[in-house]
């Protein structure tokens, strides 16, 4: 697949720009009964996000493309199907290719609601 599927696309769905440590991405989250999340990233051009941190882990998997994750002054490649779990509290950021697709998942509320 080169996209995620529609349904997950629904713009009802979609994570405001404000919520986003990068530009250029489109993402759309689910979110559990429990109060965490899980994002689906596409990212249309190569970029680098803003370091971070989340009071909960965020676990990621690489889709399709290359992302890698900048982490206590190291970078971690992922792959398609490969994966990486970033503590929480963990200062952390991204590069990635055009076309990288991830998915997300976060131990609390990552995404505020905007509609």
């Known amino acids: 697949m080169?996209?995620?599927?529609?349904?997950i696309k629904n713009p009802k769905n979609r994570v405001a720009n404000k919520d986003q440590y990068s530009k250029d991405i489109e993402g759309y989250y689910f979110e559990g009964?429990?109060?965490s999340q899980v994002a689906f990233w596409t990212c249309h051009t190569e970029g680098l996000s803003a370091l971070h941190t989340h009071p909960f882990d965020e676990y990621v998997v690489c889709?399709?493309?290359?992302y890698i994750v900048l982490i206590g002054g190291r970078e971690i490649?992922?792959?398609?199907?490969?994966?990486?779990?970033?503590?929480?509290?963990?200062l952390h950021g991204c590069r990635r290719i055009a076309g990288t697709r991830t998915i997300h998942a976060f131990g609390g509320k990552r995404?505020?609601?905007t509609h």
Not at 2 to 7: C, G, I
Not at 77 to 90: A, H, R, S
């Open 63 to 66: 889709v399709n493309g290359r």
């Open 2 to 7: 080169k996209e995620f599927p529609d349904f």
């Open 77 to 90: 490649v992922l792959n398609p199907g490969d994966e990486f779990l970033i503590p929480k509290e963990t």
């Open 33 to 35: 009964t429990d109060g």
């Open 111 to 113: 995404i505020q609601k």
